[in-house]
Nanobody, 123 residues
Framework: QVQLVESGGGLVQAGVSLRLSCAASGSIRRIHAMGWYRQAPGKQRELVATITGGEITNYADSVKGRFTISRDGAKNTVYLQMNSLKPDDTAVYYC?????????????????WGQGTQVTVSS
């Protein structure tokens, strides 16, 4: 019913920038919020940044001032601009989307995750 496709990860050196994208598709009626989370080896998944349909953003303290989350409502796409990357930012980054979708004659809520994209920052 809803699919999330992420792109933009890679292997970079410390100090450079990367931009992640996540596009949601399917019978989406409305997206309430989208966000990015990350999971480093041996650690739990943690919040990186979220953005609501009303453009309210929330960031982890570790990325404030370096990362910027934005969205294109018309494309159901969320972006994560990551500047001044550090080795500690190395992780698999997962996109999350919450909203409503249409199926037959009903409306249902969804809370989906993308497949993840690897970001590796070398020192």
């Amino acid at each position: 019913q809803v699919q999330l496709v992420e792109s933009g990860g890679g292997l970079v050196q410390a100090g450079v920038s990367l931009r992640l994208s996540c596009a949601a598709s399917g019978s989406i009626r409305r997206i309430h919020a989208m966000g990015w989370y990350r999971q480093a080896p041996g650690k739990q998944r943690e919040l990186v940044a979220t953005i609501t349909g009303g453009e309210i953003t929330n960031y982890a303290d570790s990325v404030k001032g370096r990362f910027t989350i934005s969205r294109d409502g018309a494309k159901n796409t969320v972006y994560l601009q990551m500047n001044s990357l550090k080795p500690d930012d190395t992780a698999v980054y997962y996109c999350n989307a919450q909203g409503d979708y249409s199926i037959l004659y009903s409306i249902r809520s969804f809370d989906y995750w993308g497949q993840g994209t690897q970001v590796t920052v070398s020192s």
